[in-house]
């Protein structure tokens, strides 16, 4: 697209006393492949997040290894309150006086 010159778009209205007014049009024309560049980015990148997640979810132990099945640290076989006892035993474990696995006793 060539630019215009000046004799183009500017425009004379009028002429009084010795002052010449004129009128210019100025036109912006935007381009949208710009935009939709953006947004072809923006997909890519988020294709690729997805892929690469996917990925490790599937390939591996996930994010975060461990045994789901166990939330506390009440089935661990350690004495973390340093108290003597061990899990089952310890009443930090034993919530209203029953055993619970996924209980956690805090350790000192």
Known sequence: ????????????VTEE????????????????????TTWAIAIGVALLLGIGLFYIAENSDGLLSGDDSVVGNCADNIDNDSDGLKDAQDPGCRTNGVYDEEGYEESQ
């Open 17 to 36: 006393e010795g002052v010449r007014k004129v009128q210019v049009e100025i036109i912006h024309k935007h381009e949208e492949r710009s935009s939709s």
């Open 1 to 12: 697209m060539a630019d215009a010159t000046l004799s183009e778009i500017v425009e004379e």
